[in-house]
């Protein structure tokens, strides 16, 4: 399955963090995130990640295209409520494609964590036939 990974500043060490813990169950998919987080995460990790450009570079509407064309399975995108304004257009972008294409979007580390272990489990794969 196709992962997308994207964090607020305030929230790159939690993706850290979360990767890391989750490490085994990441490994088995193919990755893609925006730049800063996805370099940030290898650091830590050594998992193969495909990097957009930085969010605020366009690495967000990279992820959208992959979006609009179903190509992402799943999004982890830990947004930083407490700092609203700037990327909140960018939030609406990613979680409304989301719901038009019925991908899984956690955007807060308890819905990831529930989001990855269904993964696990296997209970995403009906993704695979609604793609095809």
Sequence with gaps: MNIGLV???AKKTLMQNFCIAYRGILSKHVLYATG??????????????????????????QLAAQLENN??????????PLTPGAHEPTIRDVARLCDTHNIPLATNLATAELLIKSLERGDLEWREMVKK
Excluded: C, P, W, Y
Excluded at 36 to 59: D, M, Q, R
């Design 71 to 80: 190509e992402i399975d799943l999004v982890i995108f830990l947004r930083d």
């Design 36 to 61: 800063t987080t996805g370099s940030l995460v290898e650091e830590v990790t050594n998992l193969k990640i495909h990097k957009f450009l930085t969010g605020h570079l366009g690495g967000i509407q």
């Design 7 to 9: 964090a607020n500043d």
